[in-house]
């Protein structure tokens, strides 16, 4: 199983980037999937989640009403628009898929695929 993110770059504050995320070597369309980020020195936290539909989506309060997660089950690809960005957005961002049932798809510690990260540089 692999996990390719990709989009990640420099952008001005207010600005917006698109994060892709495709898998391959297994079918993640009925497992949730997710987006964490990590900042040098700080533990990798949450961003966005959502359930194998895509219909369920959970976000973390920082970023709630400017960046959506989305997937597309046919190309076994999933997005993170984000939008309005803050220099505080600043992470390397991390995908993730899990295969697991009935777990909590906001914690990290539910996900046993991991992508190699993308940055995300948000300049003031």
């Known amino acids: 199983v692999q996990l390719q993110a990709s989009g990640g770059g420099l952008v001005q504050a207010g600005g917006s980037l698109r994060l892709s995320c495709t898998y391959s070597?297994?079918?993640?369309?009925?497992?949730?999937v997710g987006w964490f980020r990590q900042t040098p020195g700080k533990e990798r936290e949450f961003v966005a989640a959502?359930?194998?539909?895509?219909?369920?989506?959970y976000y973390a309060d920082s970023v709630k009403g400017r960046f959506t997660i989305s997937r597309d089950n046919i190309k076994n690809t999933v997005y993170l628009q984000m939008n309005d960005l803050k220099p505080e957005d600043t992470a390397v961002y991390y995908c993730?898929?899990?295969?697991?049932?009935?777990?909590?798809?906001?914690?990290?510690?539910?996900?046993?695929?991991w992508g190699q990260g993308t940055l995300v540089t948000v300049s003031s």
């Open positions: 993730a898929a899990t295969l697991r049932v009935g777990v909590q798809i906001q914690a990290q510690g539910s996900y046993e695929n």
């Open positions: 070597g297994r079918t993640f369309d009925k497992y949730p």
């Open positions: 959502a359930d194998w539909s895509g219909s369920i989506k």
